[in-house]
């Protein structure tokens, strides 16, 4: 494949007017068989390199240091994971194998949103093939989700002064209970979620603005309530920087969701919502949040459709 990645690479490596962050240990992670397919990640990032991507375009996650983890997260679960110390409920809440890999994957996923973030301040937008835990709550983990990057990404960025205001736009089939909880009564941050109602989370703490749409609602509905708000909401709050969780478990086959929206759909999603913030000069930290399709090139798929919107989104305003 080398050869080949050359010579697209050379024709075509100024494709991409943006950066990108990503870790080969994402995908590294033994979680045994499970249904978030890890290594999603590596098969992202080897079509990016064949769709012409320069790899001076990738830049490497580093983990999260304590003190950025503790701008979200309680010094006491900061311990319990440091010291593989949670509680059996705490370990069957994550739904998936626990191991100080496991946490250091988290902290590497911290790290590589915040990175994203930072790219997308300096150049307008970014992509971080990886992110978008949003179930992971101040004091506790669940469903897939150790540590809340985008939450924690926010907060230091609104730490650093880099922003006065942040949304983070939640198109995830689930909502993101953990990020809703850790922003509840902070003006600073704005939490929009579009998400399936009948299904995980049961507890759906409220957000900024929360639209919730039922199985088997397919494109339209979907669509619908996403011009409903978007761009108004960008308007109105005027964010410095808008975080966005472009999951592609909507999709109309995956495992874990019932929305039925078809790849064009979700495509258009990501034009709405890219190409309303951009048009307005805000910057879009893009993360891929979730994806459970029984074929993995499916959810693949969808990702990199996302990056090609992203793509065509950014050529017009960079």
Known sequence: MGDLADLFRVLFGKRFPFKFVYSKDYWMVDVGKHVFPLQKYR?????LLMMGARK?????????????????????YLKRLREAALSRAELQALEMRFSPELVRFARLAVGGTILTARKALEDGLAVHIGGGF??????????FCVLNDVAVAAAKMIAEKRVRKVMIVDMDVH????TAAAFAGREEVFTFSVHQMDVY???????????????GDGDDPYLGAVRA?????????????????????????????GLKLTKEGLKERDKIVIGSARARGIPVAVVLAG????????????????????QRVQRVHS
């Open 43 to 47: 098969i992202i990032y080897e079509n």
């Open 201 to 215: 989370p049961s507890d759906k703490p409220s957000g900024s603005l929360d639209v919730g749409l039922w199985s």
């Open 229 to 257: 708000h978007v761009p108004r909401i960008f308007e109105e709050f005027g964010p410095g920087l808008v975080l966005y969780l472009a999951g592609a478990d909507p999709y109309e086959k995956d495992q874990l969701g």
């Open 175 to 178: 909502h993101g209970n953990g």
């Open 56 to 76: 001076d375009r990738f830049f490497r996650s580093r983990a999260a240091t304590d003190e950025e983890v503790l701008l979200v997260h309680t010094p006491k």
């Open 134 to 143: 949003h179930h992971a709550f101040p004091d506790h983990g669940e469903g």
């Open 291 to 310: 994806g459970y399709a029984p074929d993995i090139e499916d959810t693949v798929d969808i990702h990199l459709n996302t990056v090609r919107v992203a």
